[in-house]
Every structure is written in structure tokens, then in C-alpha cells.
């Protein structure tokens, strides 16, 4: 099994990152329509790299894939970071208020770690942001972390935006998130990383 670190990198330095991202999101659009074929009404996340948010044509191939598998708009979550953002903000902007247009989902991933989060998410057309596992992992031993998470958890409530927390490893993160009002979350904790068929399983059991 190759890691995502050890070949992602090298492919967004390829023209070889559009193909296969729309590749990528046909396989899952594919398996979300399995999913609601047996009546598990589930949504999905896929992640876009800084190359992907510079192609004006993205949002065009991407509703031709949820036509092609008659998936709605809002069942699908696109996942950009800052650092991908920055390359070009005015065309990223662009891009990513095309598929909010459309009915998809645009969420703000790694939440916390740029150098401008607050100032830039006030532009972006999201309406989800992620807390970074950096901050999540340890912030029931580390109470700056905890800090950054409450007040992150506030700032989303008050802008509208849905809230998922990255990196829950134990029940008493679990816990503390529910207690400080976070809905959603993700982590090994709830499950490690699975197949297809085996979350199937998983959620019908």
C-alpha cells in the first residue's frame, strides 16, 4: 500500500493532477450512488489541489459527473486548504464559487494552520470549516489547544458554517468536542481508514 504523502506531492507538480482528480471523483460519486441505491442517504468529501482550483473548466466536469451518476450537488464536499487558496486566490475564488453556484459544498480544511485563516475565510464561499488534528489530538491535556478549538467552534457558529474536527483519537476528546458544541467529527477513533465495501458493512451493521 503507497501512502497518499509519498505520491500526491508529486503529482500535483504533473498536468497528470486533473486527470486523475476527476478520476478520483468518479470512483466516488460512483460508490456514493452504490450507498443510496441501498438506502444509506451518506454524503462525501474529496480534496482539490491547488492545481485543480486554477482550471476554469473544474466545475463544468464536475457536474457532468454527478449527472452521470445522478448524484445531487449538495451530497458532495469539495476540501481545499489555504496554501492551495494562495496560489491564486482571484481564480480559486472563482472556481470554488462556481460549485457553491451548483449546489456543492466547499470546505476549509486544516482549519487554523495558515498565516491568514481568519482574514481569508471572509472571501472563500465555504460553508464548512475542518479544525486541524494539530489542534484536536492533545487538546484534553493541552489547554491552549483546547482554547483554540472552543473559540474556533464560537467563530463558526456565529458565521453559519458547519464544524468538523480532524485528528479525535480518544472518547474524552470525543466528549469534550460534543460538550464545547462540535456536531461532526473525524479519526481513528471512530474508524480508520476503510474500503468502500468494508465501511458498507460497518454502517449496516
Known amino acids: ?4 504523502a509519498k505520491f500526491i506531492p508529486l503529482i500535483e507538480k504533473t498536468a ?10 468518479d470512483q466516488a460519486l460512483a460508490q ?5 441505491k441501498i438506502g444509506l442517504r451518506l454524503s462525501l468529501a474529496v480534496n482539490l489541489s ?11 466536469q464536475i457536474e457532468a459527473l454527478l449527472r452521470k451518476h445522478s448524484i445531487e450537488p449538495k451530497a458532495l464536499t469539495v476540501e481545499v486548504t489555504e496554501s492551495a487558496t ?9 472556481v470554488l464559487a462556481a460549485l457553491r453556484v451548483m449546489g456543492v459544498c466547499v470546505s476549509v480544511d486544516d482549519f487554523g494552520t495558515g498565516q491568514s485563516s481568519f482574514a481569508y475565510l471572509t472571501k472563500l464561499p465555504a460553508n464548512e470549516i475542518k479544525i486541524d488534528r494539530s489542534f484536536v489530538t492533545d487538546m484534553c491535556v493541552n489547554k491552549r489547544d483546547e ?4 473559540s474556533t467552534i464560537d467563530l463558526a457558529r456565529h458565521l453559519d458554517l458547519h464544524v468538523v474536527a480532524e485528528g479525535i483519537e480518544t472518547q474524552e476528546v470525543w466528549d469534550r468536542l460534543r460538550d464545547l458544541g462540535c456536531s461532526t467529527g473525524q479519526g481513528y477513533f471512530i474508524s480508520k481508514p476503510v474500503t468502500g ?7 449496516l451493521e
Open 1 to 4: 500500500l503507497l501512502p497518499p
Open 16 to 25: 497528470l493532477v486533473g486527470p486523475i482528480t476527476l478520476c478520483m471523483i
Open 32 to 36: 456514493l450512488a452504490e450507498w443510496h
Open 50 to 60: 491547488a492545481r485543480n482550483l486554477l482550471d476554469p473548466e473544474l466545475p463544468r
Open 86 to 94: 494562495m496560489v491564486d486566490p482571484d481564480r480559486a475564488v472563482r
Open 147 to 150: 482554547a483554540i478549538v472552543h
Open 197 to 203: 465495501e468494508q465501511l458498507t458493512g460497518w454502517l
